[in-house]
T-cell receptor, first 112, second 110 residues
Framework: NAGVTQTPKFQVLKTGQSMTLQCAQD?????MSWYRQDPGMGLRLIHY???????DQGEVPNGYNVSRSTTEDFPLRLLSAAPSQTSVYFC???????????FGQGTRLTVV | DAKTTQPTSMDCAEGRAANLPCNHS???????VYWYRQIHSQGPQYIIH???NNETNEMASLIITEDRKSSTLILPHATLRDTAVYYC???????????FGAGTILRVKS
């Protein structure tokens, strides 16, 4: 059972480049979310989804897009990377919002 | 969602109980207390959650005061592997957001 899988684990981007962070879960969870964590700080919610075809903004959505075409996948897109988006990104899933959330191992992104 | 206050850091001797406090004086009647931990920059890990009764699972116990304004997470026999940042989160059980504060850095020492 793989749980929540994030790819890539590490990425370096140049300012202005675009990329997609991948997140996949094999637990048939409806609820998925993306967080970012800056050094020495707690996690902040970027976007979340309560099911396929439904997404909503979290606390810090600017500069990020998401879509949810399948239950399993919830990719996070950076359209034009900025140094301020240098962070560790975590994807999480849960059966519903009130139950235990499972987190991936993170993607460490550096924008230069 | 209610705001929580936790100490910045705590130390605990290996094999002893670790008691991590959390204040949530503005908690509403339908808000639960959740605990997660994050070990060395890994993804956070769920520990336990509860409403008003004390809860226990294989990882920890959660003690919530009668007025629900504070709670304590208890790791009964701390090991070096329990060194982590512990987050206390208050929210409606089926709310969509986990709001993480700075948490408490727990250092378990041999």
């Amino acid at each position: 059972n793989a749980g929540v899988t994030q790819t890539p684990k590490f990425q370096v981007l140049k300012t202005g480049q675009s990329m997609t962070l991948q997140c996949a879960q094999d637990m048939n969870h409806e609820y998925m979310s993306w967080y970012r964590q800056d050094p020495g700080m707690g996690l902040r919610l970027i976007h979340y989804s309560v099911g396929a075809g439904i997404t909503d903004q979290g606390e810090v959505p600017n500069g990020y897009n998401v879509s949810r075409s399948t239950t399993e996948d919830f990719p996070l897109r950076l359209l034009s990377a900025a140094p301020s988006q240098t962070s560790v990104y975590f994807c999480a899933s849960s059966y519903d919002p009130g139950t235990e959330a499972f987190f991936g191992q993170g993607t460490r992104l550096t924008v230069v | 969602d209610a705001k929580t206050t936790q100490p910045t850091s705590m130390d605990c001797a290996e094999g002893r109980a670790a008691n991590l406090p959390c204040n949530h004086s503005t908690i509403s009647g339908n808000e639960y207390v959740y605990w997660y931990r994050q070990i060395h920059s890994q993804g956070p890990q769920y520990i336990i959650h509860g409403l008003k009764n004390n809860e226990t699972n294989e990882m920890a116990s959660l003690i919530i005061t009668e007025d629900r304004k504070s709670s304590t997470l208890i790791l009964p026999h701390a090991t070096l592997r329990d060194t982590a940042v512990y987050y206390c989160i208050v929210r409606v059980e089926y709310g969509n957001k986990l709001v993480f504060g700075a948490g408490t850095i727990l250092r378990v020492k041999s």
